[in-house]
């Protein structure tokens, strides 16, 4: 499934089919980090990488130039190309462990020079898109003893998740071990997908307690890491890398931002079904000022509630572990039939029929 299939004009639309594309996902915004890793693993192996790139209006060549920037869709393109050519089950989790500080650039010198580990963390999530993440990422306080980096699906991604998760999860390992030392180990590592058949990979990658079908992907850390002193703190390197970073940051429309923050938070608070007027209470803004701004960037707030409740169920219903009234519950219904209603609404299907059409 390239895309959610989700489009309240075309409700007949099955999960398997692609919809129309969110237009974020047409803007050619992204740093092809993960691509330059893909197709230099593949030059190693003796691959030819180059068909990957057909039709897309990019060549291998041109990711290799630090000013180049794909879009969501030609990044996707390359990397399901790319798995379908290699055959590696755990490509994502060997890409991802080899990946050093300096694979991350500028924003690697910030994290390396910043304080400490937890400075260096949150460093990392507020910069993350300049890396080229192909996933959103936040950060979350589980416990007193816990906190996590937690990411969600960037447009409805279902079938690629595995691999974005385990070059995520496994190169921000790597490179907090590189800046504390090998004894960080992770408390727990969960992803909501079912456990794939090299699951014996996630163990020898994380060494720690590997959990699959979960409500969230999130690798979590026990706290007393964060006040962990970095031998590379430099308070001037840091603030001129950190400038350098928010410099590449802005390159980003402000209409894009606010529709990423409507999701994030819309995300992180489901189970409350807020409102337009709560979410703009939240943001700072009046309903009127979240509205304009919205439109601004094509979108209504109803629509962008509606496909984050479409992306999340799909996700829960993909990882196995709840029914379907528990995924109701977690989408803020009430009552199941109300979902049921919902999600056929969104998909043209029934949830039932949706977690057999899944991949």
Known sequence: MSQLAFETQHPRRMPSQAADPDPRALTAD???NVLVHLTELATRRGVSCEPWFAGLGITRQQINDPSVRVSYRQARTVIARGLKVMGEPALGLLIGRNET????????LAMMTSRNFGEAMSVGIENHKICGSL????????DEQTVAVQTWPRFGEIELLPFLC????????AIARELVGPKLIPVRVEFTYPAPAYVNEYAATFQCDVRFGAQQNRILVDTHWLEHPLPGYNPLTSRQALALCHQQLRGTSSSDEIVGSVERLLRSRLREH????????TLHLSERSLRRKLADSGRIFREIHDRVRAERALELLHAGQLSVAEIGIELGFSDPREFRRAFKR?????PQLARRSLP
């Open 30 to 32: 992204i740093p092809p």
């Open 101 to 108: 500080i300096g694979s991350f650039g500028l924003l690697g």
């Open 135 to 142: 996933l959103d990422v936040d950060f979350a306080v589980i």
């Open 166 to 173: 385990e070059e995520l999860f496994s190169s921000c390992l």
């Open 274 to 281: 807020p409102k337009l007027t709560e979410v703009a209470r």
């Open 346 to 350: 969104w998909t043209g299907m029934p």
